[in-house]
Each structure stands twice: as C-alpha cells, then as structure tokens.
C-alpha cells in the first residue's frame, strides 16, 4: 500500500551521550557524516512518504531550525517541550498530523543500511490492515552492531510474540514500524510506551514482523560512534 505520513521520535533526552549531547541532541549527532535524524527522514523519503512529523522535547530549536528546510518529506513539528510524553504518548498526540491511514512511525536514535530493496518501501507493499495492526521491522543479532538482546519471537506467518529471557532464536525490534492508527483509539495523550500496544496488538495475534534485509546500529554511547563507522566501513557501507 502507498503510505505517505510518517512520524519520527526525535524528543529524547540522550542521557547516556554525554557530554556530547549538552549541546547536541542526540537526533543531530553524526554517524559517518549523517545526523541520526537526516538518516530517518533520508529512508521515508526514499519510501515516498510525503509529510512527517517530527517530536521534540529537550534541545527543542535545535531540531527545529535543523528540519525548517527540508522539502521531501516535509516536516512538521509536534511540540513536546512542556511535557516529554514517551513513544506512544507522543504519537497520540500528533495523530491529527498524521491522517486516518497507516502510517511509519520511526526512532531517530537507531537506524540500518539495506542491501537490497528498500525496507520501508517492502513493509509498505506487505501491511495489510485487514489482519495487522502493526508491523515491526526485526532485526537478528548478527545485523546489529553489537550485543543485543532480543526482544520478540517469530512464528506462522511472521506473527510475532513476546521472546522469553535469553532466547537465542528472539530478534531485535528495529525501531521502525508502520501501524494501523485505529489501535489509538481510546488512547489518551499522556507519557506511555509503544510496548503497551505491541502487548495489545500481540493479545489479538495481530503483531507482526518484517526482517531487515541490511544491517542495523544502534549509537547509545559516544564510544559506540566510532565502533559504528569503524563496522560500516568494514561492511563496505561507507568509504
């Protein structure tokens, strides 16, 4: 299906990055010569999405200024400077940003690189809101940049469940996923997590999973940026 809105968590505050994230909030650090943050909106536009929103809390202008330019996809900000509303919480608010069709929700502090199509293009052409109501990009072990625990397991037809403690076979949740906005329904715009809505969605058997065909970093430390570069360019993924 064609999505063409997206949003992007952007409003973290980037504790485990500092110093570096003083000034700098961690959407806007630079992974290989790429911010966190062009890299999401570089893949949404890849994907085709025409209009994303983009959170912001701590370092708030900073973002703003940083996207005020961008053309594809436009960007509009859902402000979150007086109360930082968690993953969940922050795609409720911005829902009437976001239209009544499926949308790609993103994390600004994660991102891969594909090796063949376009994933988010791929998970677009597989959504079918008649039996998800969201579909994670997933992620082995071996993609990752580092150690990872899992966090789902997948079954028939890539349906995916909650992966036991230290199960080897359970895959990462990626930190994309496109999701049917009807599961918001009854939700409230207050500091809540995505994973209260996985568990839901997981309850009803329509969670569902995507494998990423590519690699995926994940920079949670200022040590970790230049493992990151040193594996990418290892990969061959950069020069």
Known sequence: MKITHAMVLAAGLGTRMRPLTFKTPKPLVKIAGRSLLNRALDALEKAGVEEAVVNVHYLADSIESHVESRKKPHVTISDERTELLDSAGGVVKALPLLGENPFFVLNADTFWVDHGTPTLEAMANRFD????????MTVKRVQAAGPEKG???????????RAPANAPEAVIYGGALIVNPKIFSFAKIEPQSLNLYFDEAIARGRLYGFPLDGNWYTVGTIAMISKVEELMRQRGEIA
């Open 151 to 161: 966090d789902f397991l997948i079954g028939e037809g890539q349906k995916l469940v």
């Open 129 to 136: 809101p008649e039996k998800m109501d969201m579909l994670l």
